[in-house]
């Protein structure tokens, strides 16, 4: 807000006696004197900052004309704002969309990948079942092998005997 400026009126001057008085006393009148020719110089300074009165009515129009393009500037920035987070989201919705599709390709993946865990776990499990199932036959055969092969040497051991015996027999 601007600041108003104004003289004010001598404190204690009513009539030209009491003017009087006052342009006698050097010390007051000299203190006023003083103060009215700083607020001069401050209207001045500020007249020279806002320009001459001839040129208000121009430094307004330009002011305004600035003042319009500035709107124009906003208003066209707010489009551009609104162009770029329109298209910001739908990026954002294309990469989402990417995700999910990515995102369901690889629980697919996932379930195909547990569902052939699960059945090489059952093919392995029966697998090894056999396996210990033939380790125990070739166990068991090697068992009966050893058993054979323990009554075939009593069966030639029993056919050396007898025949020494028989040898034995046709010597003598």
């Known amino acids: 807000m601007a600041k108003v400026y104004g003289v004010q009126p001598i404190p204690g001057v009513k009539d030209v006696y009491t003017l009087l008085d006052f342009l006698a006393d050097s010390k007051a009148y000299e203190a006023n004197l003083n103060a009215m020719m700083d607020m001069r110089d401050e209207i001045q300074t500020l007249i020279g900052k806002v320009g001459k009165a001839d040129q ?9 004309e600035k003042q319009a393009q500035a709107f124009q500037a906003v208003e066209q920035a707010k489009l551009q704002a609104v162009t770029i987070v329109g298209e910001a989201e739908a990026k954002a ?25 699960r059945t090489f776990e059952e093919f392995k499990a029966a697998k090894e079942k056999d396996l210990q199932a033939y380790e125990q036959r070739v166990t068991d055969l090697e068992v009966e092998a050893l058993k054979a092969q323990m009554d075939a040497k009593e069966l ?9 015996k028989l040898k034995a027999a046709t010597e003598e």
């Open 56 to 64: 208000i009515e121009t430094l307004l129009a330009q002011a305004k």
């Open 93 to 117: 919705k294309d990469m989402m969309d990417s995700a999910l599709a990515l995102e369901k390709q690889n629980i697919a993946a996932a379930e195909k990948l547990e569902k052939n865990r």
């Open 156 to 164: 030639i051991d029993k056919y050396e005997a007898k025949m020494a």
